[in-house]
Structures are given as structure tokens and as C-alpha cells.
């Protein structure tokens, strides 16, 4: 798990998180290829329709069933985590935007989420 140790440099606090090493996106495996169960071609495990390989949801909005396509803001757990609580919220369908290229709707969705999980 995690460790709080002080920076002797900065003279902070500082988290050190040793699992975080094994993420995709840390050791350069590719997710390249990927296909969702209808057989779509995916870009990560956030992706709408690749719900399966993701962490299950913990919170959601939008319709559909957990863990399945429909939602519109989908909130995860973090498979590697910082500290003992760590979530992960996908903003939309669509998260490659960044949240000020999405709709003021979605914004306000988002917000929501972050609101109901903190």
C-alpha cells in the first residue's frame, strides 16, 4: 500500500504509491486493438461498451443496467489506487474530450457525479 514520507528537499509530505508501476501506461503495453464485446475496435478500458474490463461501477448516470452501455458519467474504482479510497470518474462516452469541449449538459453531469461522491 501507500506510504506518506517527507521530502527532504521540498520539505512536504509526499505519497508514495510503488503499485502504481504495474498501470498499462506506466510498464508501455498497449491496449492497441482491444475489441469491446460487439466487437468494436477500443481504445482503453473507459471506453463505452468494454464496461466488462473495466472496474465495476460504484455510481452512474444515465440509463442502462450497472456495468453496461447507456450511461452518460460512470465512476469506477481505481485498479491502482493512491490511498485507501481512490475512484475514478469518466466524464462521458466520449472521454477523450476534455471537460471544457463538452456540452454545458455533460458539464453539469459531471458535477453532479463529483457532488454525490464527495
Not at 9 to 24: D, K, T
Not at 42 to 58: G, M, Q, R
Not at 76 to 100: A, G, Q, R, Y
Request: proline share 7%; hydrophobic share 30%; charged share 30%.
Amino acid at each position: 500500500m501507500s506510504k506518506y514520507v517527507p521530502d527532504v528537499v521540498s520539505h512536504r509530505w509526499v505519497i508514495i504509491a510503488s503499485q502504481r508501476l504495474s498501470r498499462p501506461d506506466q510498464t508501455g503495453k498497449s491496449t492497441k486493438g482491444r475489441r469491446s464485446p460487439s466487437g468494436r475496435k477500443n481504445k482503453c478500458l473507459f471506453c463505452e461498451d468494454n464496461e466488462s474490463s473495466s472496474p465495476s461501477e460504484v455510481f452512474r448516470i444515465g440509463k442502462g443496467e450497472i456495468n453496461k452501455p447507456g450511461w452518460k458519467v460512470r465512476v469506477v474504482t481505481n485498479k491502482f489506487p493512491i490511498t485507501d479510497f481512490h475512484e475514478v470518474i469518466i466524464h462521458s462516452p466520449n472521454h477523450m474530450k476534455n471537460l471544457e469541449e463538452l456540452p454545458e449538459k455533460q458539464i453539469g453531469l459531471v458535477l453532479r457525479a463529483y457532488k454525490a461522491r464527495f
